[in-house]
């Protein structure tokens, strides 16, 4: 009995011990979570994904469009070499906005990081943010401004090829529809010319009736308007994400600027305490050597 004991007493031991290394563990990962900026999270997630969708889907759709007017609308090179002069220079800028974006999205995720701690320690410590700090905010909060500004240009640009995607697919569709009692299909023509595509002289510059239908059956037109269509998607959700970190980032600066404020009014509340203290303290003095 005496044996069974000790080792009843060290199993009790060993067991409160594991208990406070799991409440230890918890508390570290709940700690841990705290600090997650969780609105620069979802806002990254969403400009990543809005940035992929844009320029993967974008870049595809220009390819097959080059390949569809080559093959339908403009078999002479030197009619559509603008064009494709044109098409070239946005593939690159997409492939400038895709690594521009993805840097500039880890950035805004790190400055969440930082500006949430940041808050929590000012709030909970003596520490201070700089004005440094402080004006690092302020200019993301602008870029980011210019930058949301020149992304709603670009969606409103992207939904130009949506625009004449879809009535080339609007055309074909009527004219494969048995309510539309469409006595000459040869007279229904699509005439990209009219767009300022490729030039007036580029031949043939349009499509019509069976020829047209063709095209619309053909995969380079069914892939590249579907595509569009999910690149003004992204462009429209990526500037969602650049209001989200707008949102965020004014947030953050607000709450900074807060923060200095309650620090300064707390030191001269500091000061004056102390300044009354030491008076009282000297009058006390006066006092006890007056009655000596």
């Not at 031949?203 to 037109?221: H, R, V, Y």
């Not at 807060?258 to 303290?281: F, G, N, P």
Request: charged share 15%.
């Amino acid at each position: 009995m005496d044996g069974t004991k000790p080792a009843m007493e060290s199993n009790a031991e060993e067991t409160q011990e594991e208990g406070q290394d799991s409440k230890g563990c918890f508390e570290c990962c709940i700690k841990c979570l705290g600090g997650v900026p969780y609105a620069s999270l979802v806002a990254t997630i969403l400009c990543f994904s809005g940035v992929a969708l844009f320029c993967g889907c974008g870049h595809v759709a220009l390819t097959g469009t080059l390949t569809m007017l080559e093959n339908h609308f403009s078999r002479v090179t030197a009619d559509h070499a603008t064009l494709a002069m044109v098409i070239q220079i946005l593939q690159y800028i997409i492939y400038g906005i895709a690594s521009f974006f993805f840097v500039y999205a880890v950035v805004l995720l790190a400055e969440g990081f930082y500006t949430t701690s940041a808050i929590k320690k000012e709030l909970q410590s003596d520490f201070k943010t700089t004005v440094c700090g402080r004006c690092i905010t302020a200019f993301f909060m602008f870029l980011t401004y210019i930058l949301a500004l020149a992304f709603l240009a670009i969606f409103g640009f992207t939904a130009i090829p949506v625009f004449l995607f879809f009535n080339m697919w609007n055309t074909c569709a009527a004219m494969k529809s048995p309510d539309a009692n469409i006595t000459s299909p040869d007279s229904i023509c699509v005439d990209v010319r009219q767009y300022g595509i490729i030039p007036w002289n580029a031949t043939p510059g349009k499509a019509c009736g069976a020829t047209l239908g063709d095209i619309c059956n053909t995969s380079e037109f069914y892939l590249s308007y579907h595509l569009y269509i999910v690149a003004f998607a992204g462009a429209g959700a990526t500037v969602i994400a650049l209001i989200h970190y707008l949102m965020i980032l004014g947030a953050n600066w607000a709450y900074l600027k807060s923060a200095v404020s309650t620090h300064e009014y707390q030191d001269i509340k500091t000061k004056d305490d102390q300044d009354l203290e030491a008076e009282a303290r000297s009058k006390e003095g006066q006092n006890s050597s007056s009655y000596s």
